[in-house]
């Protein structure tokens, strides 16, 4: 017992044990692992920690407690059934996908309100000293900083992107710092630049209507809540799922911190068949998923039968994450529904790895050295793939165009040329080659906040200016205004002088008639 105390005081060396909540509502199950990761290492530290989010740990963590809200995984499931798979197999990067990710946000949210065992929560007296919220778009639940009167830090799940920028004070020039979401890379020609100014400017203008209409929502739910941007304030930093060894390069302020790799856990045994599986693969294996969200079962059969005639051209084993079993399929291909995809990713025979290209699945991609060949559909894939398209690691499909002779080709490329898979070598060396392991990292910031009771020290002074004075355009009207005049005065001295100085001439002229 008393070896068991003073190891926990040992551990809780920063701060005392605290309360942490975590908001994590949105049923992607990247999100949310990313928010399982972060709270089980600091329940492991002593911390009490309560997890708000569609998925229920199946076996129970010291410390840890769930609160389940299912409405957001039935609102989900509905919206891929009804509408997504559609939509984002055809055109994966028109703008309106982009509203639609803006509804489900927003439809999500106010699910959230609704929960009744969270609203038991938030309307009791318990205790909070850190809320920890994946944040997507909705400024309304900053509302539980004030409602538990603690700290917040927002976990930007794809990366730091616009919507998490002006939180901070972040700068992101338009010059060089591409829209998330939008399939560009920091490289970009006039046009794009153009383009990426027009779509980063409509979505802050765009986030700003929305932040007017959540003042409004607010005051409905609670109707003596202060302003969005009093409650921004207590924003204390952003751990950001980010790092430059995957993401396009950009500034961050002291409250940004990156974090990306933390989720990454230590390589596990895998199951016994797939071990064997994957041992006996001498040539090698390809390694297909495209994820949790977009599950392959909404495959078309003519896509379908093009991967699989593909594949049995392949001289490789494949390990295909698939939620059905497919009859008659060729020998080389073995399915299964679940995977652990670290430990895959891990394995030395690898070849390659077919992805959606979600952030999760590159980063361990990343992490293990394994080249990509990705086919995005929505949102941040959008971007994870034409970065690693430019970094060298990745090869793109379109989902409309997937077929036989185009998987073909692709795959043969990636084996034949070694440039990719030396890439692949080169950004997990740069991912792993860090002072301070990410986790640990993420962990040492909730701690700190805790014991600062936020992170007032950090914040840029940017957030105390309205954004013509963060624009700098009032200092500029000002010196254009002190140029003009300074303009306006010479050119009426330069009159003066040429009126006094023609003056004169006539004058002269005249008395030289006169004379003569
Ligand atoms: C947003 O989604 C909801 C629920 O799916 C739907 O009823 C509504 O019409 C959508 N609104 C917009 C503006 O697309
Ligand atoms: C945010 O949440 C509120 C309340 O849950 C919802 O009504 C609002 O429309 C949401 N807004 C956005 C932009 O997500
Ligand atoms: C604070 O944010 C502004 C823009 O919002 C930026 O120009 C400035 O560089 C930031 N300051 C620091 C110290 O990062
Ligand atoms: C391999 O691919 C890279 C990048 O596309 C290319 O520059 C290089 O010439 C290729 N090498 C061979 C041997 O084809």
């Given at each position: 017992m008393l070896l068991k105390v003073t190891s926990l005081l040992l551990l809780l060396n920063y701060c005392n044990a605290a309360n942490i909540l975590g908001i994590f509502h949105h049923p992607g199950k990247s999100h949310h692992m990313l928010g399982e990761v972060l709270l089980k290492a600091m329940a492991s530290r002593g911390h009490k920690v309560t997890m708000v989010s569609p998925f229920p740990l199946k076996e129970p963590f010291p410390n840890y407690r769930d609160i389940v809200t299912p409405e957001t995984m039935q609102d989900m499931n509905n919206r891929i059934k009804n509408e997504w798979f559609q939509k984002f197999s055809h055109n994966s990067a028109s703008i309106d996908t982009f509203f639609m990710l803006l509804n489900m946000t927003v439809t999500q949210a106010d699910l959230l309100f609704q929960n009744a065992e969270f609203k038991k929560m938030w309307t009791s007296n318990e205790k909070v000293d850190l809320i920890l919220i994946d944040w997507m778009f909705n400024e309304s639940h900053l509302i539980f900083s004030k409602i538990f009167k603690c700290p917040i830090i927002l976990m930007a799940t794809a990366g730091t992107a616009f919507n998490v920028n002006y939180i901070v004070g972040n700068t992101a020039p338009y010059s060089y710092v591409p829209f998330k979401y939008f399939p560009i890379t920091d490289k970009m020609n006039f046009w794009e630049r153009t383009m990426n100014t027009i779509v980063h400017v409509s979505a802050e203008v765009v986030s700003y209507y929305q932040r007017i209409k959540q003042q409004k929502i607010l005051h409905r739910y609670i109707p003596d809540a202060p302003s969005i941007d009093e409650l921004s304030k207590n924003v204390a930093l952003v751990l950001s799922n980010g790092h430059y060894s995957y993401e396009t390069r950009r500034p961050s302020v002291p409250n940004s911190i990156d974090i990306g790799g933390f989720h990454v856990g230590e390589v596990k045994q895998l199951p016994k068949d797939i071990k064997a599986y994957l041992d006996s693969a001498k040539d090698g294996f390809i390694y297909f998923s495209l994820g949790s969200?977009?599950?392959?079962?909404?495959?078309?059969e003519k896509k379908l039968n093009g991967i699989l005639s593909a594949f049995s051209k392949v001289n490789l084993k494949v390990l295909w994450k698939l939620e059905k079993d497919i009859p008659n399929k060729p020998k080389n291909i073995k399915i299964a529904k679940w995977l652990p995809q670290n430990d895959v990713l891990a394995h030395p025979n690898i070849k390659l790895f077919i992805t959606h290209g979600g952030l999760l699945s590159t980063i361990e991609s990343i992490h293990h050295g394994v080249p990509m060949i990705g086919i995005p559909m929505f949102g941040d894939q959008n971007s994870n793939v034409p970065t690693g398209v430019e970094a060298g690691y990745t090869l793109r499909i379109k989902p409309e165009e997937i077929c036989e002779e185009a998987l073909l080709a692709n795959i043969q490329e990636m084996l034949r040329n070694e440039t990719y898979s030396k890439k692949a070598k080169l950004h997990s060396d740069l991912l792993r080659?860090?002072?301070?392991?990410p986790l640990d990292k993420g962990v040492f910031w909730m701690e700190h906040v805790i014991k600062h009771k936020g992170a007032k020290h950090l914040a840029n002074a940017s957030m105390n200016l309205h954004w013509y004075q963060n624009l700098l355009i009032d200092v500029f009207i000002f010196l254009f205004a002190i140029l003009l005049s300074v303009i306006g005065l010479c050119y009426l001295m330069i009159r003066l002088v040429l009126k006094m100085f023609i003056k004169n001439k006539r004058i002269s002229q005249l008395k030289k008639k006169k004379n003569n």
């Open positions: 969200n977009m599950k392959s079962i909404f495959l078309d080659n860090q002072p301070i392991k």
